[in-house]
């Protein structure tokens, strides 16, 4: 991950960070705490004045997009050749503009540290998740705090009556770079932020979770094992529901524990 300063040359000071993520190619926008509509970038003062200072990734690369050259720029070839690149860049094109626009007064810099707003709203960024029946998710941030969300609480975000309505997308959900967002199919984002601010408190850490997962989740050889029987004793039982499976998978399936060595009384 790569950091910049984004900086206004002009009334000489700063605006926000831009995150770079190289692997995924994406692009995040965390803005100062102190701007408000009319010292803020001007494609991001609906969200300032909502309060929103964490960009999302599609208007976070909108931003880049209009400081850098198209890549359908007719002398794009030309171009490429002459800064030593084989393929378009959008990060590279941006560094060597240095971020700068004719619309405003912005730069970017790069820096060797996050700045501490940023860090400190990264406390709130996911750890992990699990998806739950009913549509909610458990979410374990890195702040130590778990949560429980009901997607049906925020159908009114923007395209979340759709991960709702639809059990395939909801099943494909994904933790984005350093949890600032949970996407779906890799084009529904949900902030990170908004499931911290909506989400039900529990008193259960992700210490705990993991605990139990690892003490009480068992493979196909260890329930063999515990049962001293052979792998088709064991699916002998699964067909018969004496016993059943929480995933299964053509190399081996894995059990709870318990509902292992119930077989055994």
């Not at 458990?138 to 130590?144: A, H, I, K, R």
Request: glycine share 4%.
């Amino acid at each position: 991950m790569k950091n910049y300063e984004i900086y206004d040359e002009e009334n000489k000071n700063e605006v926000g960070t831009l995150l770079y993520y190289e692997k995924s190619n994406t692009f995040l926008i965390e803005l100062c705490e102190n701007l408000d509509e009319w010292t803020a970038p001007l494609l991001f003062t609906s969200y300032v004045k909502r309060g929103v200072f964490s960009i999302p990734r599609s208007s976070s690369r909108t931003w880049v997009s209009e400081r850098i050259i198209p890549s359908g720029r007719q002398n794009i070839g030309s171009i490429l050749k002459t800064h030593h690149l084989k393929e378009y860049d959008e990060m590279r094109f941006l560094e060597l503009s240095k971020g700068r626009c004719s619309q405003d007064s912005l730069m970017i810099r790069r820096q060797d540290a996050l700045p501490e707003y940023v860090t400190r709203r990264m406390l709130k960024c996911l750890k992990d998740f699990t998806l739950s029946d009913g549509n909610s998710i458990l979410c374990f941030f890195n702040d130590g705090t778990t949560k429980r969300i009901c997607l049906s609480s925020i159908d009114d975000f923007k395209g979340v009556d759709k991960v709702i309505s639809n059990p395939a997308l909801y099943d494909s959900c994904s933790l984005g770079p350093d949890g600032f967002y949970l996407t779906f199919a890799d084009s529904i984002d949900i902030p990170a932020w908004l499931l911290y601010q909506k989400g039900q408190d529990l008193p259960v850490s992700y210490e705990d979770f993991l605990s139990f997962a690892s003490r009480n989740l068992v493979d196909t050889t260890t329930g063999c094992e515990i049962l001293e029987c052979s792998r088709q004793n064991l699916s002998y039982m699964v067909s018969h529901k004496q016993l059943s499976p929480i995933k299964k998978d053509i190399k081996g399936n894995l059990y709870l524990k318990n509902d292992v060595t119930k077989n055994l009384w």
